[in-house]
């Protein structure tokens, strides 16, 4: 079992919509939270990272954490044609421990016109 | 400030050949990683060095893969000899003291034939 599970998609929505991306995770020691953006034949861009359980807003988007399920969501309002992309959520190890993230395989999002 | 860049963006070798690949981290970071992409393994740590120091090598594949970081500006990593199974995209990332906070460079495309 991998320590970090994204479903990989392809996930195509309407312009507008309300996006929920995903990951669980079984490490109930990962601290911090993050999603990166992947363009297509670019490097990934950090969107957001979270520590704790709960909610982080930057502007469209959401962050939620909840380690008692060991689950993330990233939520993107009023989707746009611009969000298409792969996202990744990662994850940090406890402090002390080797300072790897650990990457799920990444959602595929498609917004349509 | 410039973000990460590596050099060349593309390259096509033949099975054999050596292949050297190049990063510059963002000035004033002190960690930098390695890391490969494909389809069927997604992105995976390779090694990464913490002030010009190897701290954790054990992503390489096999001894054909080594890294230097010569200095705080520059980093390589080179396969020697060359297989198709390493054609992947190569990326480079850096960032300052915090785990979560990875800034990726463009990456290099390698096809080995």
């Known amino acids: 079992q991998k320590e970090v599970e994204q479903d990989p998609g392809p996930l195509s929505v309407p312009e507008g919509a309300i996006v929920s991306l995903n990951c669980t995770y079984s490490?109930?020691?990962?601290?911090?939270f993050m999603w990166y953006r992947q363009y297509s034949r670019k490097g990934p861009e950090l969107l957001m990272y979270?520590?704790?359980?709960g909610n982080k807003e930057d502007g469209r988007f959401t962050a939620q954490v909840d380690k008692s399920s060991k689950y993330i969501s990233l939520f993107i309002r009023d989707s746009q044609p611009s969000d298409s992309a792969t996202y990744l959520c990662?994850?940090?190890?406890?402090?002390?421990?080797?300072?790897?993230?650990?990457f799920g395989t990444g959602t595929r999002l498609q917004v349509t016109l | 400030d410039a973000g990460v860049i590596q050099s060349p963006r593309h390259e096509v070798t033949e099975m054999g050949q050596e292949v050297t690949l190049r990063c510059k981290p963002i000035?004033?970071?002190?960690?930098l990683f390695w890391y490969r992409q494909t389809m069927m393994r997604g992105l995976e740590l390779l090694i990464y060095?913490?002030?010009?120091?190897?701290?954790?090598d054990s992503g390489m594949p096999e001894d054909r893969f080594s890294a230097k970081m010569p200095n705080a500006s520059f980093s390589t990593l080179k396969i020697q000899p060359s297989e198709p199974r390493d054609s992947a995209v190569y990326f480079c990332?850096?960032?300052?003291?915090?785990?979560?906070?990875?800034?990726f460079g463009p990456g290099t495309r390698l096809t080995v034939t």
């Open positions: 990662a994850m940090t190890p406890p402090a002390g421990t080797a300072s790897k993230l650990t």
């Open positions: 490490n109930s020691a990962f601290q911090y």
């Open positions: 060095f913490n002030n010009n120091v190897p701290i954790d």
């Open positions: 990332a850096s960032s300052r003291g915090r785990l979560y906070e990875q800034y």
């Open positions: 000035s004033g970071h002190d960690y």
């Open positions: 979270t520590y704790s359980s």
